[in-house]
């Protein structure tokens, strides 16, 4: 993968991307933050995270390549007054290097006065194993499902260590608020991936794609439909007679999807669903 993916790890990699990512300096005083909305947290013997309840960990790092289990924060551009955080919640006891247990609260709070406005826990989110957690992010783009409702999007970026078969995941969840209540619209969505099979050196065959969302004027049980428009790009590489390992891309293929509510949430294709936690 290393010798001959890289135009389609590339382009995976981009399509991970939220269009607007989670800057770590939208999270302020982090601990100031975290002591808001969990009044009883102690800190741990190292300090670098606080202890919420016996075995449960919050990591007082911002999240980033390096720490993935980090808090996310951003300011959402729709309501400019308020603040989206996720804060992963760690389970010390069955986290290690092999694989990790926790879940994800994600906090709507006041930026000015760290009051909590809303809050959803969302189990088993942090929890992986080979296929290891890499990133999680804000998605603000602008999802208006209604008149006066705008969803915001949370990104998790998974892939695993292999060489030989690489394999990589970028997934999306839509929240909303309703009744001053936040809750999932779109559970799960895989908007991102890369995989394939390979010899490490040059020979294999590999796939890249990438999946766009667009809000119709159509309507369902009150909320707009969502467009997917989806992208798979392959590439077969091998060695030429003079030693050297070609590119052998595939025609891209598109295919386009449309996700109704249905009064609860938006269901997602089978073919474009998360990998279950």
Known sequence: MRIMLPALFLLGLAASLSP??????????????????YPKVAPSADG???????????????????????????????HDDLLLVAVPLMDSTQSSDDGHVGDIELLVVEW?????????LQPGLMTDDAIAIRKIEFDTGRYGLAPGVTAFGLRIEMANH???????????????????????????LVV?????????????????????LTMSPTRHNGYRDI???????TDEPSVDKNGECQSHPGKPVSRTYRLRYDGNRYSVPDTLKALEP
């Open 20 to 37: 607007a990512q989670a800057a770590t300096g939208d999270c302020g005083d982090i601990g100031a933050l975290l002591r808001q909305a």
């Open 48 to 78: 670098a995270s606080l202890t919420l309840a016996p075995h449960t960990d919050i990591s007082l790092a911002p999240q980033d390549g390096e720490t993935p289990t980090g808090i996310a924060c951003k300011i959402w551009p729709a």
């Open 112 to 120: 000015k006065t760290l009051q909590v406005r809303q809050r959803l």
């Open 162 to 188: 292999s060489q030989p078969n690489p394999f990589g995941e970028t997934d999306l969840r839509l929240y909303a608020i309703a009744g001053n209540a936040l809750r999932v619209v779109l559970d799960g």
């Open 192 to 212: 991102a991936g890369n995989g394939g099979e390979g010899d490490t050196n040059c020979a294999g065959s590999f796939h890249s794609s990438h999946v766009s």
């Open 227 to 233: 467009v997917l428009a989806e992208r798979t790009d």
